[in-house]
């Protein structure tokens, strides 16, 4: 039934009544059911999306249990080389066991971080603290945290920010940003690369850049970037495992601040990755 181009559900009821002269009628009532179905179509409704929810989580653990497998098997199996080496004295493969088990540490632990980090996300249990500080520092924090995984590689990541620059942003959220598009650029940059970190301030907003030299990634998988129910795991170019928790994390503490971020790349010669964070109380 509609009333005024408004679908209204309705429920009849009747019943057979005799009369005295053996006619049958029928009488029954009319109920307007409009609200029961609008909230049993809202229950079905949230119950698909719960599910859709629900089945792209549990792939995204079996990814995350999947990669972070790799790091804590490496840290047990070169521990037990590092044992040995120690009862023969062989200080050189010391010095390279440790920097493995070194390597696969910071890998195990920043996959945790990144989880940790999404899970307080999705629970609300991240709060949103905008406040000023100088973001030129953060980045050379950033950096320093991968300077042995550059090393191992060759390449170098330089910061062409030379100067101060104040900033009102969420300090936790946009040093895990930066972490996460700095640690993606390393894994898919082969040895010798380059990874350039830019700004560029423009009226509304300040635009940040990761950009490297690396594998570049394909038009197919540009659009998934950024979507939990795509993730998958990849590996770098030293066989380095990668879910893309870190871009999608990044994507939700950017739109935490208004901004956006985006992708651009040519498969082959590189991949810019940029963010923008618009100005807040007058301030970037």
């Not at 307007?32 to 698909?48: A, C, H, M």
């Not at 996300?121 to 100088?134: D, H, K, L, V």
Request: aromatic share 8%; proline share 2%.
């Amino acid at each position: 039934m509609k009333k005024k181009d408004e679908l209204i559900w309705t429920h009849f009821e009747s019943i057979p009544r005799v009369l005295a002269n053996n006619d049958i009628i029928w009488t029954g009532t009319l109920n307007d059911i409009t609200e029961r179905k609008n909230v049993e179509q809202l229950i079905i409704s949230q119950n698909q999306e719960l599910k859709k929810l629900n089945a792209e989580k549990d792939k995204f653990f079996s990814v995350i249990a999947h990669d972070l497998k790799s790091p804590v098997s490496a840290i047990l199996g070169f521990s037990e080389h590092l044992m040995e080496s120690v009862e023969d004295k062989d200080y050189d493969q010391i010095k390279e066991f440790a920097g493995i088990i070194l390597l696969s540490t910071k890998r195990a632990m920043s996959l945790l971080i990144n989880l940790m980090e999404w899970s307080q996300s999705q629970s609300g249990r991240m709060a949103f603290n905008p406040e000023s500080f100088e973001l030129n520092t953060v980045i050379k924090e950033v950096i320093l945290l991968f300077n042995y995984n550059a090393e191992q590689k060759s390449i170098s990541i330089i910061n062409t920010l030379e100067t101060e620059l104040w900033i009102k942003a969420d300090k936790r959220m946009i040093g895990s940003v930066l972490r996460n598009l700095i640690s993606n650029a390393l894994k898919f940059t082969n040895p010798g690369g380059i990874i350039t970190i830019t700004s560029v301030l423009k009226k509304e907003d300040l635009v940040i850049s990761v950009s490297d030299t690396g594998v570049g990634i394909s038009k197919v998988r540009m659009g998934k970037l950024f979507c939990i129910s795509e993730s998958s795991s990849t590996q770098g170019t030293q066989k380095e495992k990668g879910t893309g928790l870190g871009l999608i994390l990044s994507k939700e503490f950017i739109e935490k601040h208004n901004g956006k971020i985006w992708a651009e790349s040519t498969v082959g010669e590189g991949t810019v990755i940029s963010f923008s964070l618009p100005f807040i109380d007058g301030k970037i």
